[in-house]
């Protein structure tokens, strides 16, 4: 009876294990943000967003990326990140970058805020946003 109890308890703990692990889980978009902001070291968020989400991305006390994640998951489906700064006490968005793609494209977007001016990088760009002195 023993033997029988065991087996039975291996069998669901396997199958449990089996199904945890093979579950599909939830489209997301993943992005990797970063900014540069004068001689501060660079920020990097890397993150996996759930379709149909907004979410708030805070890279430094003042700056945050804003992130809006489509419901679908097609070449026609369009992010769109914002770069956002409230030292004035105010939201003003310094950039808004959309890209289009599948979530199976991964989503990268840099920026360099240097002496009042905010540089755009695109996921192509050679090398980290820097500011040039």
């Known amino acids: 009876m023993k033997h029988i109890a065991a087996l039975c308890a291996s069998i669901i703990v396997a199958t449990v294990a089996t199904a945890a692990?093979?579950?599909?889980?939830?489209?997301?978009?993943?992005?990797?943000?970063?900014?540069?902001l004068e001689d501060a070291p660079?920020?990097?968020?890397?993150?996996?967003l759930p379709l149909g989400t907004t979410h708030t991305?805070?890279?430094?006390?003042?700056l945050r990326?804003?992130?809006e994640v489509p419901a679908t998951n097609d070449y026609q489906s369009t992010t769109v990140v914002r770069l956002v700064d409230d030292s004035s006490g105010k939201l003003r968005v310094l950039h808004s970058a959309q890209t289009n793609?599948?979530?199976?494209?991964?989503?990268?977007?840099?920026?360099?805020?240097?002496?009042?001016?905010?540089?755009?990088?695109?996921?192509v760009?050679?090398?980290?946003?820097?500011c040039k002195k």
């Not at 660079?42 to 996996?48: E, F, H, R």
């Not at 991305?57 to 003042?62: G, R, V």
């Not at 990268?108 to 240097?114: H, I, K, N, S, T």
């Open 57 to 62: 991305l805070q890279a430094t006390p003042h």
């Open 42 to 48: 660079l920020v990097s968020i890397s993150a996996a």
């Open 125 to 130: 760009a050679s090398g980290p946003p820097t």
């Open 21 to 36: 692990n093979g579950a599909p889980s939830p489209a997301q978009y993943k992005f990797n943000l970063s900014v540069q």
């Open 101 to 123: 793609g599948p979530n199976s494209f991964e989503r990268g977007l840099a920026y360099a805020v240097c002496h009042g001016q905010v540089t755009f990088y695109s996921g």
């Open 65 to 67: 990326f804003e992130v």
